[in-house]
C-alpha cells in the first residue's frame, strides 16, 4: 500500500487531507508529465453527493495507476511509498494530477 496525501479538498472521498476510499485510480496513459495524470476516483462534494460521516481517512491506499510511463508503475499499480494528489479546488478529475509522477523519460 502506498501512503497517500491529498489536497484536493473540493473531493467528497478527501478529509483532513486524506483519503476515505479504500482504493483509487489514476489515469494518464500517454502521461510525460505530472499534469498529464489525473486521480479519475475524484467525486466533486456537493448536491447529489455528500461525505459519510462514517467514513475515516486513511493515509494508506491501494492505487492503481494507468501512467504507463511512471518510474513508480508497476504491473498498473503504484509502488512509491509516498504519493500526493493535487488539484486544490478541482471541480472535475482532469483538475486533479498525481503530484509524484516521474517520467521513466527523465
Known amino acids: 500500500m502506498t501512503r497517500l496525501d491529498c489536497t484536493v479538498t473540493s ?6 487531507k ?14 510525460k508529465h505530472s499534469r498529464d495524470t489525473c486521480c479519475s476516483s475524484f ?4 448536491e447529489g453527493n455528500y461525505q459519510s460521516s462514517v467514513d475515516y ?3 494508506e491506499t491501494r492505487v492503481s495507476c494507468k501512467a504507463e510511463e ?8 503504484c509502488h512509491a511509498k509516498h504519493i500526493g494528489i493535487a488539484g486544490g479546488g478541482a ?4 483538475d486533479t494530477e498525481c503530484a509524484t509522477f516521474r517520467c521513466k523519460c527523465e
Do not use: W
Open 11 to 16: 473531493c467528497m472521498y478527501n478529509k483532513e
Open 91 to 94: 471541480c472535475e478529475c482532469r
Open 43 to 46: 467525486r466533486e462534494r456537493g
Open 57 to 59: 481517512p486513511t493515509k
Open 18 to 31: 486524506s483519503c476515505c476510499k479504500d482504493n483509487i485510480q489514476v489515469e494518464g496513459n500517454n502521461a
Open 70 to 77: 511512471c518510474t513508480f508503475n508497476e504491473d498498473c499499480m
